[in-house]
Antibody
Framework: QVQLVESGGGVVQPGRSLRLSCAAS????????MHWVRQAPGKGLEWMAA????????YFADSVKGRFTISRDNSKNTLFLQMSSLRAEDTAVYYC??????????????WGQGALVTVSS | DIQMTQSPSSVSASVGDRVTITCRAS??????LAWYQQKPGKAPKLLIY???ILQSRVPSRFSGSGSGTDFTLTISSLQPEDFATYYC?????????FGGGTKVEIK
């Protein structure tokens, strides 16, 4: 069965960096584009970033462009989100999600359980 | 960027009621729209994609319609497990924006 497990969340000071990981299993990871979506406490969903199956194409929300980077290691079935220059407004649960068919654009059919990132001094 | 506007932001309904949620895109997105259900403390779950196609194992009381800029999610007969927040998302262009959500509450 498909499993997506995020890790790397925690409390970080403003201006610092943090890297989230998403370990994938139960599907051919290297054939699927992947996304990151976040949700601030008590708020709605916010799309963050996407990466094509081979890592050649990347897309970002304006709110994180230039600060966040998405990458993947297909040999280790792992997706990453490198977050830098963190701000209080980046505090959220971060979800990784896989697309339904493989390519972009596509819909998000499986999601991880989420990793909480708290930006606070 | 495409803005997605959902209405209402919340709705109170009883078990057995028919519930309709609307989603409007700021520009045409053809049928590139999904609906997700999210329960407190849980990850979102894909209900409908391509505006009207039911995801596998999703009950048939859920249905979606629309194309272009106006879309609808309908729950034909609300069940206790359907009390949740529902989001639409467009995937026609990046950023793949979400609507603000509609919370379905117990009346």
């Amino acid at each position: 069965q498909v499993q997506l497990v995020e890790s790397g969340g925690g409390v970080v000071q403003p201006g610092r960096s943090l890297r989230l990981s998403c370990a994938a299993s139960g599907f051919a990871f290297s054939s699927y584009a992947m996304h990151w979506v976040r949700q601030a406490p008590g708020k709605g969903l916010e799309w963050m970033a996407a990466i094509s199956y081979d890592g050649s194409n990347k897309y970002f929300a304006d709110s994180v462009k230039g600060r966040f980077t998405i990458s993947r290691d297909n040999s280790k079935n792992t997706l990453f989100l490198q977050m830098s220059s963190l701000r209080a407004e980046d505090t959220a649960v971060y979800y990784c999600a896989k697309v339904r068919r493989g390519e972009l654009p596509d819909y998000l059919d499986y999601w991880g359980q989420g990793a909480l990132v708290t930006v606070s001094s | 960027d495409i803005q997605m506007t959902q209405s209402p932001s919340s709705v109170s309904a009883s078990v057995g009621d028919r519930v309709t949620i609307t989603c409007r895109a700021s520009q045409g997105i053809s049928s590139w729209l999904a609906w997700y259900q999210q329960k407190p403390g849980k990850a979102p779950k894909l209900l409908i994609y391509a505006a009207s196609i039911l995801q596998s194992r999703v009950p048939s009381r859920f249905s979606g319609s629309g194309s272009g800029t106006d879309f609808t999610l309908t729950i034909s007969s609300l069940q206790p497990e359907d009390f949740a927040t529902y989001y639409c998302q467009q995937v026609k262009t990046f950023p793949h924006s979400f609507g603000g959500g509609t919370k379905v509450e117990i009346k």
